[in-house]
């Protein structure tokens, strides 16, 4: 295990070498989607382009990146603050799952159906409802008519314009903030770094737990940020436990297994980390996010001891793969940070 851990490792390097010789490559492809997404948030500050607002409060989670700052566990660090859940909806586009148009989460549902973190956010909290439209306006007009909701909570929207939301919060991650980046294909950027002007609270994710004062000062001066927002910072904290359906078991007892971890997530890095400082050793088999596993690669988990992966994965693989367990994780705030979170809610709900 330990020979192919360091063959597996040798591979990633060579391959995120050549990654950022092709993205060295692709500049002048990233000026061209720099420019484009610079005219696009033009035409919509100026007017040009129409925003929409509603009458139910709205507070939309996004990033200007692609993936990999926790906005699926942010959604439900903001569920679980709020007492009473029937008037709350999540609203998401249900990233590459296999239908269109407008869908409300049911008990039938699979990841094909609405996606695979709409459905961990259904299965965890069936008291709220969730529904999914790639068309972000239609989906709010839709939910309004059927569901009367209280709180509508737009799940990865920062970038949809059409939609002017109550109430906007952005995350960066501390290994990659937004400023530090470019845009795609050369970096992760999606959308433009003035774009953060809109944020009404902007969150620092997957911070070090031990994260100090002087480097929260360095990272609050380097976002430059407006007079109207403020920064907040979190760090993850993973359960001490993998479950499935059936029941858990404690970390420790992984120490004596055969384990193998699946990763279809946009950046594994901190759950390596957290498992390597359990002193878990692993064989790990990674997958691009969201990526839908096929009948080859679930015949070969199927033939493993044990398999491990993230909850979200495991939306796609239960049912699938006999002996597999997932890791949650949550976000935990540093300092005084989830009150100041808690008093924006109380703000949307009065």
């Known amino acids: 295990m330990f020979v192919l851990t360091r063959v597996s490792s040798k591979i990633k390097y060579y391959i995120f070498v050549l990654m950022q010789l092709l993205r060295n490559l692709a500049w002048p492809i990233s000026l061209i989607y720099g420019a484009i997404v610079y005219l696009r948030n033009w035409l919509y500050d100026k007017g040009y382009f129409k925003s929409n607002s509603f009458s139910t409060p709205t507070l939309c989670i996004g990033n200007l990146s692609v993936g990999g700052t926790g906005k699926t566990p942010m959604i439900e660090w903001v569920i679980k603050q709020i007492s009473d859940k029937n008037g709350v909806v999540v ?3 249900g990233y590459k ?6 869908l ?8 094909e159906d609405i996606g695979d973190e709409p459905l961990q956010i259904f299965s965890k909290f069936p008291e709220v409802a969730v529904a999914v439209d790639e068309d972000r306006v239609n989906g709010i007009k839709r939910i309004e008519e059927l569901l009367k909701p209280q709180l509508i909570l737009l799940d990865d929207a920062y970038q949809h314009r059409k939609v002017e939301p109550s109430v906007s919060v952005l995350l ?3 290994g990659n903030l937004y400023i530090d980046d470019n845009y ?23 911070c070090p737990s031990d994260l100090d004062a002087k480097t929260i000062n360095l990272i ?22 993998i479950q499935n359906e059936i029941g858990n078991m404690p970390l420790e007892l992984l120490r004596n297994k055969e384990v193998t971890l699946v990763t279809g997530i946009a950046n ?11 002193e878990i050793s692993f064989e790990h088999l990674p997958y691009r996010d ?15 001891d044990l398999v491990v992966t993230t909850e979200k994965d495991f939306m796609r693989l239960k049912g699938k793969v006999a002996n597999i367990y997932y890791l949650g994780v949550q976000h935990r705030f540093i300092g005084d940070g989830a009150n100041s979170f808690r008093e924006l809610l109380l703000s949307l709900r009065n």
């Open 172 to 174: 960066t991650s501390y």
């Open 91 to 93: 609203l998401s586009r």
């Open 97 to 102: 799952r296999r239908t269109k148009g407008f």
């Open 268 to 278: 594994p890095t901190p759950l390596l980390d957290y498992l390597t400082s359990k």
């Open 290 to 304: 969201h990526h839908f596993f096929t009948a080859k690669e679930l015949a070969l988990f199927n033939g493993k």
């Open 104 to 111: 409300l989460a049911n008990t039938s549902s699979t990841a």
């Open 184 to 206: 795609l294909p050369t970096g992760n950027l999606r959308d433009s770094k003035s774009a953060s002007k809109r944020a009404d609270l902007i969150i620092v994710t997957k």
């Open 220 to 241: 609050e001066n380097s976002l430059n940020t407006a007079k109207h927002q403020k920064i907040l910072f979190c760090t993850l904290s993973y359960d001490s436990i």
